[in-house]
């Protein structure tokens, strides 16, 4: 039994198009010419990247080429930008047909998502600046009241009771002297269990290197498959260190995502992580082939809050300013060494 498909191409909710290895649109579905609002002549009398958004066409160019050497993408992102105006995420699967000089591709628009990805990131750095606020406030506040209550019982001892002959103002006194007391006391015991909190925040234990590792491999396997990333490790040196387990899973989850986010278009992502004890000091030495950084240009800024360096969309300036606070927090150090297009090594030195 013969079956036509092109029932599936015209009903698919899914964006189905055929592109040429020249640039252009062959075919288009329309649920794909409806999400972009042009007709299918415009569609195809422009090269696709004008159809692209501005800031996304050098990073989806380098990607096409890579499908023109009959390598097939998986989970690419990119935004395109509708006749009115719109900006429009779009997920791409693409296959590339080589004896026909075309690109078989399936888009599903995550516009959405994406949205919602970038309310919940505001909203994690809003909660995170409102802690740290609220964690100032209450040390200011304490620390600031303990002075002028010690400076009130001090007044208070150098009285001379022998000099109050009326009782009840010396009771009033009494009282004065007793509420003074107890909100030194009061004082003392809410600073220290704000010391304690900090502390229960950052409690240390011993954080085995390939145990965390396996963890985060294993929470975005997808994304390593998909990006045909390899990772490779060598913690023999040192096994573990004194640290936050959860701290350790989100430097891995940050520093692995960002190679794989930030990896050049003509090379697979290759990433290897070693552990060494030079002078002493214990260090992680995490080193990957990606873009990389101009670190004459941004090295003073790259684990400050809200930064970006490339051109990626998806980035939201957050993930090495996470790493960087995890690392100082526990009195450790973290730097970088790295060059456009060639890579980035980072170094973490641990307390």
């Not at 569609?43 to 692209?52: D, M, P």
């Amino acid at each position: 039994m013969s079956l036509s498909l092109e029932p599936f191409f015209e009903k698919s909710l899914d964006l189905l198009c055929i592109a040429g290895y020249d640039g252009y649109f062959k075919k288009i579905n329309p649920a794909f010419i409806k999400l972009l609002e042009y007709s299918i002549e415009e569609l195809q009398s422009k090269k696709i990247s004008e159809f692209i958004y501005e800031e996304d066409r050098k990073l989806t160019s380098g990607y096409r080429k890579i499908l023109k050497k009959s390598l097939p993408l998986l989970n690419f992102e990119n935004r395109y930008v509708s006749k009115s105006g719109k900006i429009i995420w779009l997920h791409w699967t693409s296959i590339p047909l080589p004896s026909e000089n075309v690109i078989y591709a399936i888009a599903k628009d995550i516009t959405y998502k994406k949205k919602l990805e970038e309310e919940r990131a505001l909203h994690l750095l809003k909660l995170d600046r409102n802690n740290q606020e609220l964690k100032n406030l209450n040390y200011k506040t304490s620390h600031d009241l303990r002075s002028p209550v010690n400076n009130l019982l001090t007044l208070c001892n150098l009285l001379d009771l022998n000099k109050i002959s009326d009782q009840e103002t010396l009771k009033i006194f009494n009282l004065i002297q007793q509420s003074a007391e107890g909100l030194k006391v009061s004082l003392n015991n809410y600073m220290d269990s704000l010391t304690k909190a900090e502390k229960s925040e950052s409690a240390l234990a011993v954080v085995r290197f390939s145990i965390v590792l396996q963890q985060v491999e294993q929470s975005i396997s997808a994304l390593i498959l998909s990006a045909n990333a390899s990772i490779t490790h060598d913690f023999s040196e040192i096994e573990s260190v004194p640290f936050n387990h959860s701290f350790m899973e989100s430097i891995f989850l940050n520093l692995i995502t960002n190679s794989i986010k930030y990896t050049r278009p003509e090379v697979s992502p290759k990433i290897t992580i070693e552990t060494k004890l030079i002078d002493g000091q214990k260090k992680l030495i995490y080193t990957d082939n990606g873009l990389g950084f101009d670190m004459d240009l941004i090295g003073d800024k790259i684990f400050k809050l809200n930064q970006r360096f490339h051109d990626n969309a998806d980035s939201k300036g957050v993930g090495l300013y996470l790493v960087h606070n995890h690392i100082t927090s526990l009195g450790g150090t973290i730097t970088i060494d790295s060059k456009v297009n060639g890579g980035t090594i980072f170094t973490i030195s641990f307390k």
